[in-house]
């Protein structure tokens, strides 16, 4: 960057600047303005005007263009250093302008159509499907450095776990509609994280809901649904942003956005997202540090072809946010919320920094062939590589009739413990084909997508460990607290035996499926889909090079069904679907029969609203789902105690509902509300009839709220507040352990910015009530605390 810069300093650069106006006289928002074949332009501001800066001396086409705008071309000559002011007045009247373009860039945080979610170019009223779109400007307006964070503006979704940054891991977990979701697609394919999921190269982010193996088979979704970046693309023009961040904990992050041509003939396009990042904690010796770089390229071949070729690359060094389990029942701790346990918040209860390395390599390609108007061909190979080697500490609560059987309920104690990982890797492959389509029958109309799949997964993974280290105070206040650290942890695991866990195994993956969109009417649209799986696991070995056991093979078929009818079209959409989900299960039930795989079936209904030409957008909906064939223990046999039966079920049930708003120019709202409600059914005598103890809070809701000033001395000045709210949370839930709550929580959040044509300054406080709270899967992890962000954006 410092190069380009030091090149521009050197030469005498023209500007183009001018207004554009509708043919009423109105100012013409978000018009494209461009030098015709140079890969310079920018886009017309609230009040109609463009500027383009650094242009070299000599003869140009200018082209103004935009969607449903009669795209108008003129001839401009410039001199060194000269400013030329260019005009434009469009076809258009400021009324047919605003239908087609200016409110659908308004609503920044709205996005009206996917092709992911459906394989296929489809609305969000064409949908039968639930689904949220977090967009890059939410991003910038919230300050927001990664995937993590963004999900906090999705409907329902609740994060439980910080990423483990271990290999195969695929970063943080979270819950939706009861269930257990990561991040591990990118652009509708394989796309796994190991660390905590940067946003440098995330153009936005779809949370999509419900059972969704038939377009995404069962190894990167879950029955609560999927999450699926979507990446930034090359485009046409040459420019990118410089970012500098700092703020509370030491937090320091450097980012780069570079888009550049690569060839004269500006057929090739490149463009490199790349971020450093450090962040310490309000807790001792806890930090992550990691570097990101995203390159791309785009090559449009001709009208017909054009290939896509990126890649991620990942790496760096961390420590865990302190994790803290149950392994004794409730009942004995002597309290049973996270409030009242008396653990010091501001503890990570290790001496020193406990440190494990990371990094993944991620590598993608995509070829795209028109055939006509109706027919095209996406071919994608994604390829990702995970590794990790060093230190997972985690605790747990120890009652105090650990060590007197006599003492009173009560836990003074956590014991400190170790799960590290030796140098595992896992690798995965995936190769998806898919042909888009589209054809009448009779006067029906269809819009298929016919899709090939194979994925292929490699895991090389070792897992050792120590339940117990040490036992200090739970106040932090034993002479022993600095104990347990590298250099006392290693002389113990040399000293003593432990427990190794290898995790080596290969399974393919062999898919078709098949997806109708068939327009009935004008208004009443039906889809059918349906996906064969065929899943070929080689079985288990370890790094000694035993021969695999457990080997098997299970055939699957997976179907989805929608409707939808809108009553007003295009503004209003009655919806229903039956979706569904699989997981492949191994082993025999106590009858020696073979599992077979464990099915999730959703039916769930709503309406979805875009009115008020792009003002109001949202849904509302209620799901039921039912999962069947969960494998659980068969007490029926003394005489094996490791009996099994396959006839479980989970019912999970809820509504959701979600506004994104744009009442007026300037004023963006984000709010979501959802309930779940869910049990274990015919399951063990110790859970029958309760709340998954892994489905976060049953309610929760988001909110956020932007304004910005767009004309005026305040012209790009804005400012907004939000936040998250979640109830009580039963991460313990059975008749033997005892019931053990999070509590209920409010965070609230801020942020104010200024936004010019060149730079964006911005700042941002988190948690502004410095409110503690709990997150956890199966166990109590605390919060960050009050915590300040500033930015400064070089725009070019």
Known sequence: MLLINLVAFGQQFATIKGKIKTADGKPASFISVGLKGKGQGTTSDETGSYTINRVKPGTYMIKVSAVGVNPIEKTVTVTSEETKIVDFVIVQNSTE????????????????????????????????????????????????????????????????????SRGGDGGAYYASRGFIVQSKLRNGIAGNVTSRNDAANIESVEVIKGPSATLFGSTLTSYGGLINRITKKPFEGIGGEVTYSAGSYDLNRVSADFNFPVDKANLIYARLNTSYNYKGSFQENVFDRGFFIAPSLSYKVNDKLDFTFDAEIANGKNTLKPFIFFYFPVAQLGFDRADQSGVDYNKSFA????????NSTNFFGQANYKFNENWSSHTSVSTNYSFSNGRGTYLFLVPNSYFNPAAAPGADYLSRADQSTDNSEVYTYEVQQNFNGAF??????????????????????????????????????????????????????????????????????????????????????????????????KGNSDRAGSAPTGAYKQTVFSPKFGLVFQPIKDQLSLFANYQNGFNNINGIDYQGNAFKPEQANQVEGGIKLDAFNNKITGSVSYYYIKVKDIVRGYNGDPSNPNAQIQDGNKISKGIEAEIIANPVNGLNIIAGFAYNDNKLVNASPDVEGRRDAYSAAPYSANLWVSYKFNTGSLSGFGLGAGGNYASDNKIVNSVSQGVFILPAYKVFNASVFYDHARFRLGAKVDNFTNQKYWTGYSTMNPQDLRTFTGSVTYKF
């Open 97 to 164: 302008l605003s239908e087609v373009n200016i409110n659908k860039h308004r609503a920044k945080y709205a996005a009206k159509k996917s092709n992911d979610v459906a394989k296929m170019p489809l609305s969000n009223l064409e949908n039968p499907q639930v689904y949220t779109t977090i967009t890059k400007e939410t991003f910038t307006d919230q300050l927001i450095f990664s995937v993590d964070d963004a999900t906090r503006n999705a409907v329902g979704i609740q994060k439980l776990w910080e990423s483990t």
């Open 351 to 358: 001496g020193g920094p406990m440190k494990q390395k990371y």
């Open 440 to 537: 009448n029958i009779g006067s029906v109309k269809n819009r298929i997508v016919i899709g090939l799949d194979y994925l292929r997964q490699n895991s090389d993974q070792l897992y050792y460990s120590i339940d117990t280290f040490d036992i200090t105070n739970k106040n932090g206040n034993d002479a022993n607290y600095a104990n347990f650290n590298e250099k006392n942890l290693a002389a113990f695991y040399a000293a003593n035996s432990y427990s190794k866990y290898p995790i080596n195994f290969k399974s393919n993956t062999y898919s078709a499926y098949v997806s109708d969109v068939i327009n009935l009417t004008d208004r009443l649209i039906a889809l059918a889909a349906l996906r064969v799986d065929r899943f070929d696991n």
